[in-house]
């Protein structure tokens, strides 16, 4: 069974050393519960990404860690320290902003000074931390210059570095890369694993953006309406999402979901039959999946094309290295599927499409994976 | 090229006068005109009754410059503002400061200390002629209550001047307190949650986030102050009449008597060039001085 976080409960990872953890965390805005009575360990050493849609929670989340929120109940530990009650300069932690927060009438190397000069830390300390992030940034001719001065790739290493020189337990990085254009984006993401295995810090990172959450994470904490769905990493959530929300937020395109008319069974396993009267054998017990209502969901990378299911091709997506199809069944449910970057196709010409079933996933009524055997 | 009759971005034409003669012809006429020739008349002996008795060069100047009450008058107005500009720039910005937040009280505080900036210049000195009032005033009973004995503010040489200065602050306090509030509002919240996980004091955040970060409107809110006070006169005129003994006689006072009682145009002419290269160089100065911190 995939890791699915318990909201009351904590995950199988309490043999590595102590990271942060999260104990029966909320928070409420007014009457809006924006998290509830969540759960986490993040192992020290750790890449976790908190991905959701806008307003799941994740960036509160983030915040309540930093001390810039206050939880309404539950416990904050960080490296086997309680930390939530404590001020956000006191809890080891390192922030890395959406906008930055660069201080703008500050020179870079006085920004990243600041926050050592607070706390007394001495003069020749501070230049070595500086001097080595910089480096490692590279962003040594910079250090003169005032934020103003800097292009958003730079003001972005900035952020960092100010970061870094705090020698912080966690960096925490709320959205950092969404005011990035794309290409610089994809550049920074890579930059930033590079970063962590270089650094072996702990690292929480917030987006909405799957690709940077798979491409990033060591594990990824899938987020929905103040709870977790799911924690895994990032093969695990794509491959065997414990949800329909986390099967249709994980993955380009989303995964394609077509009601189940009834099932049978079949050498223990489930067969799903679909309202076109299709069979798709599934590797998943049908002892697994529950009575009534039940979706099949199946990526566009497991519908073959062939034989099976009548359908006429509606859009072609030309994607380079592959081509998205989406089709529109007999029935008048629409599915995408994958075709080579350079196949030939034309819009109204009809295809037929077989799912592989051993990819299959069946999802009960209130949207919970039926737990499939390990492939 | 542009073609002809294609307008754009960088199309010269003269069509387009047209849209600033509007202004430049009322600023030409109520502004260029009469600094010419107010400019012009100081160098005139010109009397209201008499009339126009010639060109006198700089005799008006150099009368202003004998006079003593001029010179004392000169005295006075720059006292007043250096009493009441830090004042508006200190309290106002420490009145911004703790009422900065989205608190029901805060906005009622705030309406309550701009409330004040809509009163009329009468209603003002009234207000304060009755806190003033020696042995029956608000103060006299405030000072009463603590045992001691009543002041006389408006008669008093020494303290006349500031009593002023103490009704002006509380009468405008609201401009000066709501640029400064305009003024915070723009600085990010996060950088002070930056800063508060750079562990800085709430001292350390003042000096280093919030003073820094409004240093435009700080500069801003002096010169228009210093501009306005300069120009001190309803609430002296109407508080003091400009004495005891002339101790707290503004220059527009002066320039008012000079041309509206004694007629003497001219003559008021010149005083009014004295103030205006007064508050010039005053203005220049803070530019200088704001610039220098801005660069350094």
Redesign the interface.
Same mark, same amino acid.
């Given at each position: 069974m995939p890791e699915q976080a318990d909201q009351n409960g904590q995950l199988a990872h309490n043999s590595a050393p102590p990271g942060l953890s999260l104990r029966h965390v909320g928070k409420r805005f007014g009457s809006f519960e924006a998290i509830s009575n969540l759960s986490l360990e993040v192992p020290e050493g750790e890449f976790a990404v908190f991905l959701g849609p806008s307003g799941c929670g994740k960036s509160t989340l983030l915040r309540m860690v #930093? +001390? %810039?929120e206050a939880p309404n109940g539950g416990e904050i530990h960080l490296g086997g320290r309680r930390i939530d009650s404590l001020?956000? +300069?006191?809890r080891g932690? #390192? @922030?890395v !902003?959406?906008?930055y #927060? %660069?201080?703008?009438? @500050?020179t870079v190397r006085q920004n990243m000074e !600041? +926050?050592l000069r607070?706390?007394g830390t001495q003069a020749t300390e501070i230049a070595r931390r500086v001097a080595d992030a910089a480096e490692m940034l590279e962003i040594g001719t910079l250090l003169e210059r005032k934020p103003a001065q800097l292009s958003g790739g730079q003001r972005q290493r900035v952020a960092i570095g100010?970061a870094i020189v705090?020698e912080p337990r966690i960096f925490l990085f709320d959205e950092p890369l969404s005011n990035l254009d794309a290409a610089l984006r994809a550049r920074t993401r890579v930059e930033l694993a590079r970063l962590h295995q270089r650094m072996r810090a702990t690292m929480v990172f917030v987006t909405h953006d799957q690709v940077e959450a798979m491409t990033m994470a060591t594990r990824i904490v899938v987020m929905n309406r103040g709870r977790i769905e799911q924690v895994g990493t990032p093969i695990e959530v794509y491959r065997r999402p414990a949800t329909r929300f986390v099967a249709s937020f994980i993955g380009t395109p989303a995964m394609n979901f077509l009601p189940v008319a009834r099932l049978e069974e079949q050498a223990g396993m489930a067969v799903a039959v679909l309202a076109n009267g299709a069979r798709v054998a599934t590797a998943i017990p049908a002892a697994a999946v529950p009575a009534g209502e039940v979706t099949l969901g199946i990526r566009a990378e497991d519908l073959h094309p062939g034989s099976g299911m009548a359908a006429t091709i509606e859009v072609i997506e030309r994607l380079g290295e592959r081509t998205l199809v989406h089709v529109r069944l007999t029935d008048g449910a629409t599915l995408i599927y994958d075709e080579p970057g350079d196949a030939e196709l034309e819009i109204g010409q009809p295809v037929a499409l077989s799912p592989d079933g051993q990819a299959a996933h069946l999802f009960d009524a209130d949207g919970r994976a039926c737990a499939a055997e390990a492939r | 090229m542009a073609a002809q009759g294609v307008a754009g971005v960088g199309v010269r034409s003269t069509a387009n006068v047209l849209f600033v003669l509007p202004y430049m012809a009322v600023l030409a006429a109520l502004l260029i005109f009469p600094l010419g020739l107010g400019l012009f008349l100081s160098f005139q002996d010109w009397d209201m009754l008499g009339g126009w008795n010639g060109s006198v060069g700089w005799e008006n100047f150099a009368n202003l410059f004998t006079d003593k009450i001029f010179l004392g008058t000169i005295r006075n107005t720059v006292l007043f503002v250096v009493m009441t500009v830090p004042a508006f720039v200190a309290l106002g910005l420490f009145l911004a400061l703790a009422l900065n937040n989205g608190l029901r009280r805060s906005v009622v505080m705030r309406t309550i200390f701009f409330g004040s900036s809509v009163l009329s210049v009468t209603i003002v000195t009234l207000i304060w002629r009755l806190v003033y009032l020696p042995d029956r005033g608000l103060l006299a009973d405030i000072l009463g209550l603590v045992g001691l004995p009543s002041i006389d503010m408006v008669a008093n040489e020494s303290r006349a001047l500031p009593s002023v200065a103490i009704v002006t602050v509380w009468w405008i306090i609201g401009l000066p307190m709501t640029l400064f509030l305009a003024g915070l509002q723009q600085i990010p919240a996060e950088l002070y949650e930056a800063a508060a996980l750079d562990n800085a004091s709430r001292w350390r955040v003042f000096t280093s986030i919030t003073l820094p970060s409004i240093r435009r409107t700080i500069v801003l809110v002096a010169l228009i102050e210093v501009i306005l006070q300069f120009q001190v006169f309803g609430q002296i005129f109407l508080i003091t009449s400009g004495g005891p003994n002339n101790a707290s006689r503004p220059i527009v006072q002066y320039i008012y008597e000079a041309g509206f009682r004694d007629w003497q145009l001219g003559f008021a002419a010149a005083a009014s060039q004295v103030l205006f290269a007064l508050m010039l160089l005053a203005a220049l100065a803070q530019f200088w001085f704001a610039r220098r911190r801005e660069a350094a």
């Open positions: #930093a +001390g %810039l001020p956000p +300069g006191d932690v #390192a @922030m !902003f959406q906008h #927060a %660069l201080y703008p009438h @500050m !600041f +926050g607070n706390i100010r705090k | -």
